[in-house]
């Protein structure tokens, strides 16, 4: 059975940092784009980050882009997600999500089949 199971997230002051995991089981994911897509309360899902199975491709959301990186170890059927100088509207539900794919990463919410639980974000001002 294939599970995503997301950690790091937690309460933190506004200009700080967290480092979100995700990690896979059931299968290798070493030929999978992977991403990062968050959810605050009565808004849409949106995405934040993705990144190619070979790690040689990224894409950030503007909101993101400086701010946030991406990065993935196949070894570990791991990502990541380095949060630096976070902002209150940076607060809410991150998920991590996974597809087969031949090198392109994808934005879209549909473009993914399989997502983890969530981990909880939240950035005090």
């Known amino acids: 059975q294939v599970q995503l199971v997301e950690s790091g997230g937690g309460l933190v002051q506004a200009g700080g940092s967290l480092r979100l995991s995700c990690a896979a089981s059931?299968?290798?994911?070493?030929?999978?784009?992977w991403a990062w897509f968050r959810q605050a309360p009565g808004r849409e899902r949106e995405f934040v980050a993705a990144?190619?199975?070979?790690?040689?491709?990224?894409d950030y959301a503007d909101s993101a882009e400086g701010r946030f990186t991406i990065s993935r170890d196949n070894a570990k059927n791991t990502l990541y997600l380095q949060m630096n100088s976070l902002k209150p509207e940076d607060t809410a539900v991150y998920y991590c999500?996974?597809?087969?794919?031949?090198?392109?990463?994808?934005?879209?919410?549909?473009?993914?089949?399989?997502w983890g639980q969530g981990t909880q974000v939240t950035v005090s001002s």
């Open positions: 059931g299968r290798t994911f070493s030929r999978y784009a």
């Open positions: 990144i190619s199975w070979s790690g040689g491709s990224t």
């Open positions: 999500a996974a597809v087969r794919s031949g090198g392109s990463v994808y934005r879209g919410v549909y473009d993914y089949n399989y």
